[in-house]
């Protein structure tokens, strides 16, 4: 707070000689933990709550190791949820869990007849592995949880398929 002095009518008051007292005590004090915005030095404790402020505490969320996975999901927060029920915010939260996805939209696309009149609203999620070890059951989970969060109200998850 600097210099910060009263003025002389003031000087013999007791109020006014706490509240200088209070104020010169300021810049000792450290004040970096309560700077939650910014994302970079939050203490890893806050970030639940950061989570919770920017609504990405999701099934994602719970999926990601702590610390800079998280401090990333929340950085994208905004990105995301300006594209959520896109194609776009859905492979984005694929990639923070470590996968390459496309999707086929549409039943058609794959041949499917399943859904009849609401056909057009069905979509796959497709995981490309390559040369990589295949998805275990828990993560084909996290998976379909990711998909269902961001996709369209509505729009229905056919399936999670693996490719190579």
């Not at 013999?12 to 970096?32: E, G």
């Not at 910014?38 to 190791?65: C, G, N």
């Amino acid at each position: 707070m600097g210099s910060l002095q009263l003025q002389p009518s003031l000087a013999t008051d007791l109020r006014s000689q706490a509240v200088l007292a209070c104020v010169n005590r300021w810049d000792s004090l450290d004040l970096t933990q309560i700077l939650v915005n910014r994302l970079d030095s939050v203490p890893d404790s806050a970030l639940i709550f950061l989570a919770w402020q920017f609504d990405v505490l999701s099934p994602l969320w719970l999926l990601l190791s702590p610390g800079s996975a998280r401090r990333s999901l929340i950085k994208q927060s905004t990105q995301l949820h300006s594209q959520m029920g896109t194609p776009s915010a859905l492979k984005t939260a694929l990639a923070n869990l470590g996968w390459t996805a496309t999707l086929q939209e549409g039943e058609s696309t794959w041949g499917g007849s399943a859904y009849g009149a609401n056909g057009w609203a069905a979509f796959r999620v497709l995981i490309h592995i390559g040369a990589g070890p295949a998805p275990t059951s828990d993560q084909l989970g996290q998976i379909q949880a990711a998909a269902n969060f961001f996709k369209p109200a509505r729009c229905i998850l056919d399936q999670v398929v693996v490719t190579t």
